[in-house]
């Protein structure tokens, strides 16, 4: 089955492409080519990019601390575990307090190493990281991958709090929905959302053997998701046609 994910508002469309980041490094870090660990750098580099909403660690502190409020509204409740739910409010409280002590924006101490942000200004520019253009940096990929892996390892630790708050949160938010069967009636489905509750994130599997690629929109009052199909130069088109799929709401 293949997940989409569609977020509903701003600061969780932010959280899931920091979090698409994050995924990435982790795979680019313990490999051992100087050309994934090129990679790596400037996927670092887009971290702090999109990190760079001057509230972003604002609103990761007020969604931790809403969440504690949440799980201690559930104490007491005979359904509940207690012993599960201190372990999962322990965990927010060292995300909060990990994330709080971290100093101004992600990678902010990064931005003091000149050499780093002299690979960061030409990293964008195609082929602007050649030997000739930083023949310290060409040095530094020529060096032992061990060597290069510490060195990316201690840069991406500035960014570990950042990187716990994003994981924490958006496993509570995805555990909150139940998934449903659905269908989509010539490859069209939509859905009204109740009034006065509030969803944030939209997931949906499909079954690969369909070839059938959604297109979904959404927001407060309805979502909608319409089927499409590849053509073999790669344009989409509709699918007029009835398939099902797994719709959670979260």
């Not at 997940?3 to 313990?30: A, K, V």
């Not at 602007?128 to 940096?137: M, Q, R």
């Not at 959604?214 to 509709?238: A, C, F, K, T």
Request: proline share 6%; hydrophobic share 40%; with cysteine.
């Amino acid at each position: 089955m293949i997940r989409y994910e569609y977020p509903f508002n701003e600061s969780i469309r932010t959280m899931l492409r920091l979090e698409h980041l994050f995924d990435r490094l982790g795979q680019l870090m313990p490999r051992e080519a100087a050309v994934d660990h090129h990679f790596a750098l400037a996927t670092l580099f887009e971290i702090m990019d999109v990190s760079s909403r001057a509230d972003l660690k604002s609103d990761l502190l007020k969604e931790l601390e809403r969440q504690k409020a949440v799980l201690n509204g559930f104490r007491g409740n005979p359904s509940i575990q207690e012993e599960v739910l201190d372990q999962v409010i322990g965990r927010i409280e060292h995300a909060f307090q990990a994330l709080n002590q971290a100093p101004g924006k992600a990678g902010q101490s990064l931005t003091t190493n000149e050499w780093l942000m002299s690979i960061r200004s030409r990293i964008s520019i195609p082929g602007g990281t050649c030997e000739f253009d930083l023949p310290a940096y060409y040095a530094w990929q020529q060096s032992a991958p061990e060597r290069r892996r510490a060195d990316l390892q201690h840069w991406v630790a500035t960014l570990a709090p950042f990187a716990e708050a994003l994981q924490l949160l958006l496993g509570l938010l995805r555990d909150s929905g139940i998934p449903h069967k659905v269908y989509a009636q010539q490859g069209q489905y939509q859905q009204s959302l109740p009034a006065g509750k509030t969803y944030q994130l939209l997931r949906m599997r499909i079954d690969p053997s369909l070839g059938l690629i959604p297109e979904i929109s959404g927001h407060r009052l309805m979502v909608s998701i319409r089927l499409m199909r590849q053509e073999p130069d790669g344009r989409l088109r509709p699918a007029n046609e009835d398939a099902s799929f797994e719709l959670t709401l979260c």
